[in-house]
């Protein structure tokens, strides 16, 4: 057994191209779905934790959103979210993915990587599961070009070399290899704890879930969901009532949110309430409202009435 002594805990964060498997990946290690999967890019908005718990270790892990090179006022914030993570965590996972070739985007992160001095760098290539071993062979080649890292590690959430499946490929060797870059110390956070996350914003993230299913490329940047209220009904300790608006830019994209006869926004309306029932363990009851919130994205008051502060 391991003694208190020896116990590591600390930071970790994830960084890299929109849609590479952040998300999914720091899911598996926790072994729980606390952020947010989509096949669209950039679904994260918010530093979401995980935390890994292991006999003889602690990981906080830090979700941050992809790194990409800032467009309008919301894009300068995430970037410096992520820079500020970057500085305070205890190691980097830089993952790219196993089935893309390297380009400028990976490029571009590598650059910035390389200018945070003192954070180590784990170099993980996702989607183990989606090449041959002889092109993740050249993958792990490639990404060893792109930078000096402490280590560069293959993993799959989804299956073994080349093979998706139920099995995840190598998570233990991941955390692993960010664990020995923690510093000795305490549990940061009790046992059983997967996330600090504020079930209220994770039930937001939900929702922007469920209504980003399936809509046309424009309109994901545009969704922004806040939770006005979130409690337990008086007298019932097995319905949660929820009120939440779900902001577009437009009123075009209104429409196309509510669907015909409203249908659309019934769907997602069900679909966020099955998984946000599944978080707390009670029924909801969930009333969600669509407003159009001009050019939110260009908005200071906007974004900050949106929880992204500065
Ligand atoms: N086959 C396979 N697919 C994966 C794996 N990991 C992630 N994916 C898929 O890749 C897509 C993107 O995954 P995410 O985890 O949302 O990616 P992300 O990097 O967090 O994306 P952003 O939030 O946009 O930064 C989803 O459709 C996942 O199902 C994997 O190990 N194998």
């Known amino acids: 057994m391991d003694t208190q002594q020896d116990f590591r805990s600390g930071f970790a964060c994830f960084v890299g191209r929109p849609n590479v498997g952040k998300s ?47 467009r309008t006022l919301l894009g300068e914030r995430l970037d410096s979210l992520v820079r500020n993570t970057l500085t305070e965590v205890d190691v980097i996972g830089f993952c790219v993915p196993a089935d893309e070739k390297t380009g400028d985007g990976d490029r571009y992160i590598a650059r910035e990587l390389a200018q945070v001095k003192n954070t180590p760098v784990v170099a993980i290539v996702t989607k183990a599961d989606k090449v041959t ?47 020995k870059h923690l510093p000795e110390g305490p549990p940061l956070y009790p046992e059983g704890d997967l996330t600090d996350e504020p079930e209220q914003i994770l039930a937001a993230e939900f929702i922007r879930e469920a209504a980003l299913e399936g809509v046309e490329q424009e309109v994901p940047h545009s969704i922004a969901v806040v939770v006005d209220e979130m ?64 050019d939110w994205q260009r908005n200071p008051k906007q974004l900050r009435r949106l929880g992204f502060y500065d």
């Open 133 to 179: 071993p002889q092109a993740l062979a050249e993958q792990l080649m490639a990404v060893d070009a792109l930078g000096s890292w402490s280590d560069i590690v293959p993993v799959s959430a989804l299956g073994g070399i080349g093979k998706t499946g139920d099995t995840p490929y190598q998570l233990d060797v991941v955390t692993d290899l960010l664990v």
């Open 231 to 294: 409690n337990l009904r008086e007298g019932r300790e097995d319905l949660t009532d929820i009120y939440a608006h779900v902001f577009v830019e437009r009123p075009s994209q209104k429409a196309i949110l509510i669907g015909r006869k409203g249908e659309r926004l019934r769907t997602v309306g069900t679909r966020a309430r099955q998984q946000i029932e599944a978080l707390i363990g009670t029924k909801v009851y969930l009333n969600l409202q669509v407003s159009v919130a001009k």
């Open 24 to 70: 999914t990946l720091m899911n598996a290690l926790v072994g729980s779905k606390v952020a947010i999967t989509s096949n669209r890019p950039q679904t994260t908005r918010r530093a979401i934790r995980g935390i890994v718990h292991r006999p003889g270790s602690q990981l906080v892990i830090v979700d941050t959103p992809g790194l990409h090179r800032p």
